[in-house]
């Protein structure tokens, strides 16, 4: 294959293991016979990031600089393996003169081949929020925990940020996933990235979609030219 192709660079640390999973899956899906037939990678792992679910943390400005950094390093096509994080998509964009890869978009787009009609979503408000939006513009309903369960659900999840990935957190986060399938949910969204850590197909009644995984093919479609590149906010 041709050794040229177009320089991925990643918006990462949010949180750690979940980027360099991204990596490791952007390596793995790369065909390459050579060492010079993978896509060269500069990533920011910056979990120094503010928490993206905090209200006025900032981090909007924090992305978009670290997206700038990685324009003037070199990249020339940006993933970023965070759900939360799209809300600040275009800003991102807009300071780096960069297309980003659209996780939100590829994990509704995937739900809908699914067939179903309405998705369940695990994740913070905020990629909540962005996964009603895309599915709606799909008119898919999603299903979302309850308040409480909600609330339990981010305990989970920052269990695992702080690298828990023992049994009791994969019981824990199975039964958020049953709760969704049996509130409607048809097809389940991982809408955060940290969850195929701990929860993997069999684990669950329902078809898994796995945006981070998508992310990680598309990007490296795109790196090689074989899938066009994102657009960019008007």
Same mark, same amino acid.
């Given at each position: 294959?041709?050794?040229?192709?177009?320089?991925?660079?990643?918006?990462?640390?949010?949180?750690?293991?979940?980027?360099?999973?991204?990596?490791?899956?952007? =390596?793995?899906?790369?065909?390459?016979?050579?060492?010079?037939?993978?896509?060269?990678?500069?990533?920011?792992?910056?979990?120094?990031?503010?928490?993206?679910?905090?209200?006025?943390?900032?981090?909007?400005?924090?992305?978009?600089?670290?997206?700038?950094?990685?324009?003037?390093?070199?990249?020339?096509?940006?993933?970023?393996?965070?759900?939360?994080?799209?809300?600040?998509?275009?800003?991102?964009?807009?300071?780096?003169?960069?297309?980003?890869?659209?996780?939100?978009?590829?994990?509704? =787009?995937?739900? =809908?081949?699914?067939?179903?009609?309405?998705?369940?979503?695990?994740?913070?408000?905020?990629?909540?929020?962005?996964?009603?939006?895309?599915?709606?513009?799909?008119?898919?309903?999603?299903?979302?925990?309850?308040?409480?369960?909600?609330?339990?659900?981010?305990?989970?999840?920052?269990?695992?940020?702080?690298?828990?990935?023992?049994?009791?957190?994969?019981?824990?986060?199975?039964?958020?996933?049953?709760?969704?399938?049996?509130?409607?949910?048809?097809?389940?969204?991982?809408?955060?990235?940290?969850?195929?850590?701990?929860? =993997?197909?069999?684990?669950?009644?329902?078809?898994?979609?796995?945006?981070?995984?998508?992310?990680?093919?598309?990007?490296?479609?795109?790196?090689?030219?074989?899938?066009?590149?994102?657009?960019?906010?008007?």
């Amino acid at each position: 294959m041709s050794n040229t192709s177009l320089t991925l660079g990643v918006i990462g640390g949010m949180g750690p293991a979940a980027t360099v999973e991204f990596l490791g899956r952007v =390596q793995a899906y790369t065909p390459a016979q050579q060492d010079q037939d993978h896509i060269r990678i500069i990533a920011d792992i910056n979990p120094k990031a503010p928490d993206r679910n905090v209200p006025g943390s900032n981090a909007g400005a924090v992305l978009a600089e670290m997206a700038g950094a990685l324009a003037g390093a070199g990249a020339q096509v940006l993933a970023m393996p965070c759900n939360t994080a799209h809300a600040h998509a275009d800003l991102i964009q807009r300071a780096s003169g960069l297309p980003l890869v659209d996780m939100i978009d590829l994990g509704a =787009q995937a739900a =809908q081949r699914n067939g179903a009609m309405r998705a369940g979503v695990l994740g913070t408000k905020g990629a909540l929020k962005l996964y009603r939006e895309y599915l709606a513009a799909r008119a898919m309903g999603m299903v979302a925990l309850p308040p409480e369960r909600q609330e339990a659900f981010m305990v989970t999840l920052y269990r695992i940020k702080a690298g828990d990935l023992g049994s009791d957190v994969k019981r824990e986060m199975a039964a958020h996933a049953e709760a969704l399938r049996a509130a409607g949910a048809e097809v389940l969204i991982a809408g955060c990235t940290e969850l195929p850590l701990v929860l =993997q197909p069999h684990d669950v009644r329902l078809d898994l979609v796995d945006p981070g995984d998508l992310l990680a093919r598309r990007a490296v479609g795109v790196c090689l030219g074989w899938e066009p590149l994102p657009h960019m906010p008007g």
